[in-house]
């Protein structure tokens, strides 16, 4: 009876439209911070280097074969690059000023040696388990993270020698030795893969074994630092990519079209992330003002209520708890068709052959929950204030 | 519980020089159980004075003590609490929710405290000559049938006092008549004392106290 009285004077087209606006809202948020997240992961775990981390090199011109140009890095030009607002850290790329070679030390496999060329990468930079990545003085083997290239590499080779080739986990298998040299001595170690690298050209090693050979078996001469490491801010690939080609650098151009697809669509996801955002706290703040219309429409009535001796609280409650029940009606079913959505999606992008993650995004179920919670105090403290006032 | 009133006077009659025998400006008490007329002329304040007592404004000087609680002391809920179990009023513009039922308006008033059940208020209904009209709409009764819902509404919760604003203004002096002997009855049951605003009519009624405005 309290509720037909409460409830009665709704116009009703008005409540459909905010509801119908919530709904929508609702479901581009949820896509939109889901997808965001996922494609924020694409990519991490699948290569040794950490998202968003490129390798880069100044441009090898007519100039710099002629001693024209540099193509080294100076210190300064270092610091610079730190001080640009879109890149979180710039770190010089190591290489070995020793003479190594790496060959095959297994009687499964044929003898194989070329002269290789090692270089180290601090580990905030290298997407792999710390435990794993040291070495020190003693240890059975130095551990090595192979170009995917120099497999394939050794592979042909296997294939020329009539061997069966090898996959990425049984080379992980395979026992191999770096031999390290000077004029005056010769040393062999054991050497370890314990993974495979699109991203980068050379063999990566330690620090720790870096600095033995540099500094047992190093030449007189210092090494110039060819190569470093930018570690650029999420979504901000499209600055990076300028700053490099007004400095005359470059990356490897893969790493520059995942970064910069990841870039678009992030972008993209954001601008519909945003839009959203605007769509539900609209319609959020259309369903407080139909609220508020419906408690000054039915004025008489509550003042009424509250002469005849039922409270304030039973009067707050009865007009929140419905409007709770309507807004989470049209929060379940958008997430439920979400749901769908995303299924259909996932499943439109598996066909297109990129994996993304199909588990649900904890942050999505965050954000749906913060606008329902939010939701509720507003409408909340709207509809004890409006009540309240009603008090006479 | 008596009502104490110590020189209360009303914010919009500060104009007005009120007599010697006007309850404004003058302390008196309102014994507990005692059967109250108030009689005054179109605009000396009764509505007024049933507002204040039953926490509708609080626009006055002065005090007026519930018991011995100060009524602009009073919160929200203290309200809420007198309103269901220490006063009763029936409004001079009665209140009721046109579009329901007389059922249905009697019963959101007997809900709070089911002090009867639906037979014992139709068979109020019936004293007061508006048995049949059980199931009609408020808003297609007279206003003498709509009256007699109002009070028969006000006497479904208990009470220590009921206040009438003007209740038998639409009422011919036998339904009037009629309609007084049932709030006597009740204020009897519980003990209880009734103030009636009225225009000049004693509504050949014995009351304990008489008010002047």
Redesign the interface.
């Given at each position: 009876m309290i509720n037909k009285l409460l409830f009665k004077n709704q116009k009703k087209s008005q409540l459909v439209i905010a509801l119908i606006g919530a709904f929508l809202g609702i479901v581009f948020l949820l896509l939109s911070v889901h997808y965001s997240v996922r494609i924020n992961e694409f990519g991490k775990g699948a290569d040794v280097l950490g998202p968003n981390t490129l390798i880069v090199q100044k441009q090898v011109t007519n100039a710099s074969t002629l001693n024209l140009t540099k193509t080294d890095f100076s210190l300064e030009e270092i610091n610079k690059l730190i001080q640009e607002p879109f890149i979180k850290d710039v770190q010089p790329v190591q290489s070995n000023n020793f003479d190594v070679s790496f060959e095959t030390s297994d009687p499964l496999v044929p003898y194989f040696r070329t002269d290789v060329f090692v270089q180290t990468i601090p580990i905030d930079f290298l997407d792999v388990k710390t435990n794993e990545w040291n070495w020190k003085m003693g240890d059975p083997y130095v551990p090595m993270i192979m170009p995917r290239e120099f497999l394939v590499m050794l592979n042909t080779f296997m294939s020329a020698s009539g061997i069966p080739q090898i996959s990425d986990d049984l080379a992980k298998e395979v026992k191999f030795k770096f031999k390290l040299w000077n004029d005056d001595k010769t040393e062999r170690v054991n050497v370890k893969i314990i993974g495979f690298t699109n991203e980068v050209s050379s063999i990566l090693v330690p620090s720790s074994f870096m600095e033995y050979g540099n500094t047992v078996f190093g030449k007189t001469e210092r090494k110039k630092i060819t190569q470093i490491l930018i570690l650029g801010e999420e979504n901000q690939f499209g600055l990076v990519e300028s700053l490099m080609q007004k400095r005359g650098l470059e990356p490897k151009n893969s790493q520059l079209i995942v970064g910069r697809l990841k870039s678009i669509v992030g972008t993209l996801l954001f601008l519909v992330f945003s839009i959203s955002l605007v769509a539900v706290f609209s319609s959020f703040l259309v369903l407080i003002q139909y609220i508020q219309l419906l408690l000054s429409k039915n004025n008489y009535e509550i003042k009424t209520l509250l002469r005849l001796g039922y409270g304030t609280n039973l009067i707050i409650k009865k007009v929140h708890v419905y409007f709770i029940k309507l807004v989470g009606l049209v929060c379940c079913v958008s997430f439920l068709v979400f749901l769908l959505i995303k299924i259909l999606i996932d499943q439109l992008f598996v066909k297109g052959g990129l994996y993304l993650g199909t588990q649900l995004s904890s942050l999505s179920v965050i954000v749906f929950l913060i606008s329902f919670i939010l939701f509720i105090y507003f409408s909340f403290r709207i509809v004890k204030k409006d009540v309240n006032s009603l008090f006479v | 519980m008596d009502i104490q009133f110590k020189k209360v006077n009303p914010h919009p009659l500060n104009a007005i020089q009120h007599s010697s025998e006007s309850i404004w400006n003058s302390d008196f008490v309102l014994k507990s159980g005692t059967k109250v007329l108030l009689n005054a002329s179109s605009g000396k304040g009764k509505s007024t004075f049933s507002g204040i007592l039953?926490g509708?404004?609080s626009d006055y000087e002065g005090s007026i003590l519930f018991g011995d609680k100060e009524l602009k002391s009073f919160t929200?809920?203290d309200?809420?609490t007198c309103?269901?179990s220490k006063i009763s009023?029936v409004?001079q513009d009665l209140?009721l929710?046109p579009?329901?039922t007389v059922k249905?308006n009697l019963?959101?008033?007997n809900?709070?405290t089911n002090s009867f059940s639906l037979d014992e208020i139709q068979r109020f209904n019936q004293q007061l000559g508006i048995g049949d009209k059980w199931e009609q709409k408020c808003q297609f009764l007279s206003m003498g049938q709509q009256q007699r819902v109002a009070i028969v509404?006000a006497l479904l919760?208990p009470f220590d006092w009921l206040i009438l604003d003007e209740p038998f203004s639409h009422l011919d002096e036998e339904n009037t008549t009629i309609c007084l002997d049932l709030i006597n009855q009740r204020c009897d049951a519980l003990g209880a004392g009734f103030i009636l605003t009225s225009l000049g009519s004693k509504h050949q009624f014995s009351y304990d106290h008489k008010l002047k405005l």
């Open positions: - | 039953f509708l404004r929200k809920h309200w809420t309103r269901v009023i409004f209140q929710f579009e329901l249905e019963e959101l008033k809900n709070l509404r919760q």
